[in-house]
């Protein structure tokens, strides 16, 4: 009896079509192209226009998550499923619905609830992903950085650059839930992520609840750098930006546009970055956050860019447009932005403003010299 070999078969498939720059389908070509599939080639001629589009095509949709359901969901997770070891952390993720169903919220980036019951401890570990914590409501829970215990309020953004230890106790009497960035989708695409665990448990020294942190004691004095630090870490060192900073600039920006001095980056469109204190350069080398403020009526330019970004709403009403949707949204309701998909935001006339965290991949793109943006005109 003859062996029988088992060829696995190829994942190659070459349709042979009738189409501008393609050759006529005849047997000669199905055969040649049966050929390609045993050899595991492909022409160039039945991939170039998905290969190299004239502009960049996401494979991403534009998709809108309500933070009412989120939380009601985390809430539900916080009554059935542990936070400890193996899972570590009780996190759930955006998943974009034209990305295979992975936990991916855009290419790139990784968007999730967390959320943590009164008491709880997430296990102290550390990977190489940059991170980062945005709070929409709430309040109890620090976040150890590094043995450095971290206030988590409302409007706080907590940056978390890759390989530092970190664990989150919350301290309150209340859940709490916030939202988790990171660039997982980035380092797995890239395969160069690191991950090691660390203490299951961290002291009670560690478990404390100070106002301050010891990074923000050091950090957080606007234009003054800790001359005991070195200054260009890849990082942050500053582990919190507390909304009454962010909320005192953006304003000073509105008042001075009413002022007639200029300071927004469009009429009744504030918005600030959150930088490196040391470099003055994105908080993180693959994440940019920034904090937009559209006044009272008010809208953005369109515009859109390289990269794909993630925002929440921490703030207010209005509507968003992306690309060719759009959505009325309030406060937590996150939506994703993909890359080169035109973006408009704009706040009700019966609100006070709305104002929208923001977080992309842009440094990724700077960095390769492959950043672009279009601004339409007013
Ligand atoms: C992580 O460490 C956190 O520390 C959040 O809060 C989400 C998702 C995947 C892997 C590690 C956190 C995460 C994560």
Request: aromatic share 8%; net charge negative; with cysteine.
């Amino acid at each position: 009896m003859a062996a029988v070999i088992d060829v696995p078969p190829s994942p190659v498939r070459l349709k042979a079509v009738a189409a501008p720059g393609q050759p006529e389908p005849t047997p000669a070509l199905e055969q040649l192209y049966r050929g390609f599939e045993q050899e595991l080639l492909v022409p160039l001629w039945t991939e170039i226009g998905d290969l190299m589009p004239p502009q960049p095509r996401s494979k991403a949709a534009a998709h809108l998550w309500r933070w009412e359901r989120l939380k009601q969901l985390a809430g539900e997770a916080g009554r059935i499923v542990p936070v400890g070891r193996g899972g570590e952390r009780r996190a759930i993720a955006l998943a974009n619905p034209a990305l295979g169903g992975r936990p991916f919220a855009t290419p790139t980036l990784w968007a999730a609830i967390q959320y943590l019951m009164p008491g709880e401890n997430a296990p102290e570990h550390r990977h190489t992903q940059h991170a980062f914590r945005f709070v929409v409501e709430g309040e109890g829970v620090w976040t150890v950085v590094g043995g450095d215990a971290v206030r988590m309020s409302r409007g706080d953004f907590l940056p978390q650059a890759g390989w530092n230890w970190h664990a989150h106790h919350n301290a309150a009497t209340e859940p709490m839930a916030w939202i988790d960035g990171l660039d997982i989708p980035f380092a797995y695409m890239t395969e160069s992520q690191f991950f090691e665990h660390g203490r299951d448990a961290i002291s009670e020294a560690e478990q404390g609840t100070p106002e301050r942190s010891r990074s923000e004691r050091l950090w957080g004095h606007p234009g003054l750098r800790p001359l005991s630090q070195p200054a260009d870490t890849a990082g942050s060192p500053l582990l919190a930006y507390r909304w009454a900073d962010t909320d005192r600039a953006l304003a000073d920006q509105l008042a001075l546009e009413d002022e007639g001095h200029p300071g927004v980056v469009s009429a009744g469109h504030a918005a600030v970055r959150f930088t490196h204190p040391g470099t003055g350069r994105d908080v993180m080398p693959t994440i940019r956050c920034e904090m937009h403020r559209v006044r009272r009526g008010g809208r953005t330019r369109a515009w859109r860019e390289v990269g794909s970004s993630v925002y929440q709403v921490f703030d207010g009403t209005g509507s968003v447009r992306v690309g060719g949707q759009q959505w009325r949204v309030q406060r937590g309701d996150l939506f994703v932005v993909p890359s080169w998909v035109p973006f408009q935001a704009q706040c009700d006339a019966d609100a006070p403003l709305l104002d929208l965290f923001r977080f992309g991949d842009a440094p990724i793109f700077e960095a390769l010299h492959q950043h672009r943006v279009q601004v339409d005109a007013e």
